[in-house]
């Protein structure tokens, strides 16, 4: 991978999601702290056969 890492930009990720998927019913869940662990308990938050 190298020393040369460009910043992310997680806004225009989302963006570009919501852009990509316009015509497509999506429910979009943005965990916003990086956190393996909070990621768990919006996944877990979900009903039986969400995904």
Known sequence: ???????LDFEAE??????????TPLFLEV????????LGYLVGN???NFF
Request: proline share 0%; hydrophobic share 20%; glycine share 10%.
């Open 46 to 48: 979900q009903e039986e």
């Open 14 to 23: 989302e963006g570009s999601i919501l852009e990509a998927t316009k015509r």
């Open 1 to 7: 991978m190298g020393d040369h890492f460009s910043e």
């Open 31 to 38: 965990e916003e702290s990086g956190c393996l662990t909070e």
